[in-house]
């Protein structure tokens, strides 16, 4: 079968061109006569390429030296309580902003660690903007400030990064990260699930401000302390080395196709077809304020909502696949992540077209 | 390059045609149009590729109903934090076996949720074999009793299954699961990371009584909760899903091969073609008690250790690659998973010979 286009909000579609390569070299890497699965971690094949993709990830995002970059396991949902065990430092809250469903989940679970104070909120508005710098009300004594810089079910994205002061800004990162540059140095710490922008589910990125580490609560499990796998160049026990190694490839990818600054055009140019769109038609609306819309996750809403099966449908014949919004919103939801070309959406702007004239 | 006989401990060799089959699909899944890296957790493509593999699993370790299999991250160096976070239920102290390096790391973790009584030690002996039934020491009022049955790195495996009377046993198994039928119905808990004899690095098993969950620590981090991963299929959040299917394809392999039963056949042979040699020659030992030695680690020691560089230098050009011990215990080491064909062993059975003859 053709390979289909898919809208799916992650695991993701991934660069074909990296799909190929990984093929070809699955049984013997660069004349090593072995899979990348079977290479020891401590080996010099495998550190070679643990290396080169921390220092492509460095490249591509300028991350500055007193950042260190973990490759971790547990996904994003880890983290919810990684970063609290971490991060706390003896405080005992942390101020989150309430952005959509993802920091939802975030709160809940930093809430088994510390008071949460919830600094910004869009609950008021369904979670269809992204509160402004004004309305923020930041806690001096918090430990950290929390947001989720781009809310893949609800497709708020921050193009702004908040003032937080001196109080160290940790974004979830998850399903935008490598969509454009990003100034590093105003976070304290990133972190994102791989399965969006980077690669296979079951690898986790941290780019942590090497000041924090080192504190980390006694209860923290050694493989979660940022600390320990710091020293350990993530190696504190066996990473997930296949992932790492596909990440590699879509970091080669993406340097190859000029960087972040061009990989943020090109997803500029996919986001603006389909939000033009919406803003013409009457049949079709993004529920989202046009400030804050999300170029990686496009939530939309047929105004007719009892033609979404026969969208759903119709698409999925048409190889479109996955464009169902998730259960906790409903709705339509094309995701749209670096691996996605222009070519997809156009097909997609099309087939919403043709489905427009025949039932509108 | 042709592919190399690899002993590496792990991550470690994999079935060619499960790599084989992996490369070909890479691209599109059984005509999804997708790769299995790019298919959503949820979708019901993955929920197949998932459910064939836990069931497959069950089949092969005959795994009884009231036992959960989950599929989590973190390796098995999360689970040295992750047992006794979930159950000590509300006990303050576990028994442990303190066999060997890995015994040792599960002792220094578990040492900072609880006190540790070491129930049995080879310590005395260098770690050179399994102590015996009547040795162990064990505390009526643990919360649990933990042994690693088989040690990667000392080369000792557990033939028997110690008797813990009312106290739950925990194994870590990593390194010689599904070499072998097991009695899960003996053990409360057990785990093992994939990266020997399952699949990549980056997916741990776990397979726990389900009376034994419910109870974790109120530190403990949601995903690593068994009972909130037990009731959401291990899909808590988005599991090592490449890796699971990876698994998934060796399971396959090793029931056509004839289960586990056929397999424990053909590792007896593997293992008793080296023993049997190291017994016979006086250029070669084996440190371990003959009762105990490992059928999946092999560790050996030339007599005279000034030639080892020279041996591994020479095995390296034959082909045979990873043959040098742990860094923690020098020598040489083996190790001989379901992966390795005899014809792998006969080679480095042929080197090893030729080795004696020159250098004897």
């Not at 030296?65 to 949902?77: E, H, I, S, T, W």
């Not at 990684?82 to 920091?103: C, E, H, I, Q």
């Amino acid at each position: 079968m053709p390979r289909v286009h898919n809208f799916g909000a992650g695991p993701a579609m991934l660069p074909e061109p990296v799909l190929q390569q990984a093929a070809a070299e699955m049984l013997d890497w660069h004349g090593s006569g072995m899979s990348v699965m079977e290479m020891s971690h401590r080996g010099k094949e495998f550190i070679a390429i643990h290396a080169q993709a921390e220092a492509d990830l460095r490249e591509l995002l300028s991350i500055p030296k007193n950042y260190k970059v973990l490759f971790l396991q547990g996904g994003a949902a880890a983290q919810f309580a990684v970063v609290p065990l971490n991060l706390l430092r003896g405080k005992d809250r942390a101020d989150y902003a309430l952005t959509g469903y993802w920091s939802k989940r975030a709160i809940a679970e930093a809430r088994r660690y510390c008071k949460v104070n919830i600094a910004a909120s869009s609950e008021d508005g369904k979670f269809s903007y992204a509160p402004a710098q004004d309305k923020w009300k930041l806690d001096p004594g918090a430990a950290y400030v929390h947001m989720t810089s781009n809310e893949t079910i609800d497709g708020v994205e921050f193009h702004w990064v908040p003032e937080t002061g001196d109080v160290p800004l940790v974004a979830d990162a998850s399903s935008h990260i490598l969509s454009r540059p990003l100034d590093v140095g105003r976070f304290g710490l990133i972190y994102a699930g791989a399965q969006k922008n980077i690669g296979p589910a079951g690898l986790t990125i941290v780019i942590v401000r090497e000041d924090l580490t080192g504190q980390a609560d006694p209860h923290t499990p050694s493989v979660f302390d940022y600390k320990v796998q710091a020293e350990a160049d993530s190696m504190t026990n066996t990473p997930a080395t296949y992932a790492i190694y596909i990440a590699g490839l879509v970091f080669q990818w993406l340097k190859q196709l000029g960087g972040l600054a061009r990989m943020e055009e090109l997803n500029v140019a996919k986001a603006k077809l389909l939000y033009d769109y919406f803003d013409q038609t009457e049949f079709y609306y993004s529920p989202v304020a046009k400030s804050d819309r999300s170029r990686m996750n496009v939530p939309f809403r047929l105004r007719n909502d009892k033609l979404d099966t026969e969208f759903l449908k119709q698409a999925e014949s048409a190889g479109l696949t996955q464009l169902k919004g998730h259960r906790a919103v409903g709705g339509m939801r094309a995701s749209i992540y670096n691996a996605m070309p222009l070519s997809g959406v156009q097909a997609l702007l099309d087939f919403m077209r043709q489905f427009e004239r025949k039932h509108g």
